[in-house]
């Protein structure tokens, strides 16, 4: 079964910066896409960035400039967030196990860490 195990997140102002952590084993994390999606309150679930075995990465257009993905040591993924402004305020999931590198359908994602809330405040 594969487990994904968040950490990182909290509370910071506007223009300020957090990065976020996602442990997995290291076959998923090397050899598999894996994404970040981030849910607000009364919202739909929406894709933030995505980075596939390859390297190769992508992002939601408010994120642009401002978000990176990246992996390291085989087994982490992150999310460095900077720049961060008041609507970015959400809980921020991990996700891996989709059969197209994507971040339009979060259905099609099979496997999700436990969520940790991003709050910035203005």
């Known amino acids: 079964q594969v487990q994904l195990v968040q950490s990182g997140g909290g509370s910071v102002q506007a223009g300020g910066s957090l990065r976020l952590s996602c442990a997995a084993s290291?076959?998923?994390?090397?050899?598999?896409?894996m994404a970040w999606f981030r849910q607000a309150p009364g919202k739909e679930r929406e894709g933030v960035a995505s980075i596939r075995g390859d390297g190769a990465t992508s992002y939601a257009d408010s994120v642009k400039g401002r978000f990176t993905i990246s992996k390291a040591n085989a087994e982490n993924l992150y999310l460095q967030m900077n720049s961060l402004k008041p609507e970015d305020t959400a809980m921020y999931y991990c996700?891996?196990?989709?059969?197209?590198?994507?971040?339009?359908?979060?259905?099609?994602?099979?496997?999700w860490g436990q969520g940790t809330q991003v709050t910035v405040s203005a």
């Open positions: 996700a891996a196990g989709a059969r197209r590198c994507q971040l339009e359908d979060f259905h099609a994602w099979n496997y």
């Open positions: 290291a076959v998923i994390v090397s050899s598999n896409c």
